[in-house]
């Protein structure tokens, strides 16, 4: 909550507030998932802190066989395999079905949000589920490249053009997909309120999303255990854990606007 605010009331303000919405944009970060088990990249448990940054670094991906025998070997012990959606990814779907929120742009890249029922999900960073070739542009399913990286194929090749594969997220010094990044913007540019739930908002360009809602005149909801580089633009800021407060958001919703969950 903003200071001075009692939390109950926020929260009560903030349901009232997505209920008469004519269009509310869901925006999340890394803390709607470590409910999930999987740890904040850049927190005391993430992978920042743990595995050698090199392995993040597309130029080094490219240019050293030994950096892609290392990165395949962490995606099959990833953590991510084992998570599953928590109450904030259900609370999030929810909001969908109610017709309040129908896209989410995410940072995560962990497909959990899909996993939940979301249908439409923008993941501006990529995604941990699906291969890229980086030379013809070929994609499928990342576990298609994960047994032949078990069976021994350390270095996996494009099947079709011969070229590097690597998962379809996005690493240091790799562009964003423009035309991902124009669509989350263009959805911010339809919204008149955006619930920025579990992101520090300081991770740019993908900040701005929500900020572009806030400076359209729209309404930004935070929800998030620490501070964010976005609170002074806020209308209203909720220090709370996702997960505990996304379902009573959601079903508030559901109560004002008549709609079964």
Not at 29 to 52: C, M, N
Not at 200 to 206: D, G, H, Y
Not at 224 to 233: G, K, P
Request: proline residues 5%; contains cysteine; aromatic residues 4%.
């Amino acid at each position: 909550m903003l200071p001075g605010g009692d939390p109950t009331e926020v929260l009560d303000e903030v349901v009232t507030a997505v209920a008469r919405s004519r269009r509310t944009l869901v925006f999340t970060g890394a803390g709607i998932s470590t409910e999930s088990g999987i740890p904040d990249f850049r927190g005391p448990q993430g992978l920042w802190k743990r595995v050698d940054p090199n392995l993040f670094t597309i130029q080094n991906f490219v240019s050293d066989p030994e950096i892609r025998r290392r990165s395949w070997e962490m995606r099959l012990e990833t953590r991510m395999w084992a998570a599953e959606p928590n109450a904030g990814h259900h609370a999030v779907a929810q909001l969908e079905r109610l017709g309040v929120a129908p896209v989410v742009v995410t940072q995560n890249i962990d497909g959990l949000h899909q996993e939940a029922g979301s249908t439409d999900v923008i993941e501006v960073h990529g995604t941990t589920r699906e291969y890229a070739c980086l030379g013809c542009g070929d994609r499928g399913p990342i576990g298609d490249v994960l047994e032949r990286v078990e069976a021994g194929d350390f270095d996996p090749r494009c099947a079709t053009c011969g070229g590097i594969l690597k998962s379809a997220t996005i690493s240091f010094g790799q562009s964003l997909d423009e035309a991902i990044l124009d669509r989350a913007f263009e959805e911010a540019d339809r919204a008149d309120l955006c619930l920025a739930l579990g992101s520090t908002l300081s991770v740019v360009p993908a900040a701005y999303v929500p900020l572009t809602v806030a400076r359209n005149g729209g309404t930004l909801v935070i929800v998030n255990e620490e501070d964010t580089d976005l609170d002074h633009v806020a209308a209203h800021k909720l220090r709370a854990r996702t997960g505990t407060v996304l379902p009573r958001l959601a079903d508030g919703v559901a109560a004002i606007i008549g709609a079964s969950p």
